[in-house]
Nanobody, 123 residues
Framework: QLQLVESGGGLVQPGGSLRLSCAAS????????IGWFRQAPGKEREGVSC????????YYADSVKGRFTISRDNAKNTVYLQMNSLKPEDTAVYYC????????????????WGQGTQVTVSS
């Protein structure tokens, strides 16, 4: 069974940090680009970051550039999203997805999705 499982979400104060993990089972992440998306209540799902399968190149949305870092550990079949300097507007359910997108933030170009993990930034 092909599955992606996110973990690491939680409640954090503004300015704090969290590290999200996206672990794959049933398939190897090496061959896929991995994207992180988020969806806040009443809003559309938006692309946050992506890491390619080939050369490890990365993409970040302007809203998180300089604060978030995506990385992959192929030996652990896991991709991470390190989130620093968190803001209340980062509050959302975060999803990871695997695929071969031409557009790293196009949700329709990803094949596999996790169930999401809640991130809440609040004092």
């Amino acid at each position: 069974q092909l599955q992606l499982v996110e973990s690491g979400g939680g409640l954090v104060q503004p300015g704090g940090s969290l590290r999200l993990s996206c672990a794959a089972s049933g398939f190897t992440l090496d061959y896929y680009a991995i994207g992180w998306f988020r969806q806040a209540p009443g809003k559309e799902r938006e692309g946050v970051s992506c890491i390619s399968s080939s050369d490890g190149s990365t993409y970040y949305a302007d809203s998180v550039k300089g604060r978030f870092t995506i990385s992959r550990d192929n030996a652990k079949n896991t991709v991470y999203l390190q989130m620093n300097s968190l803001k209340p507007e980062d509050t959302a359910v975060y999803y990871c997805a695997a695929g071969a997108p031409r557009d790293p933030i196009n949700v329709y170009e990803y094949d596999y999705w996790g169930q999401g993990t809640q991130v809440t930034v609040s004092s």
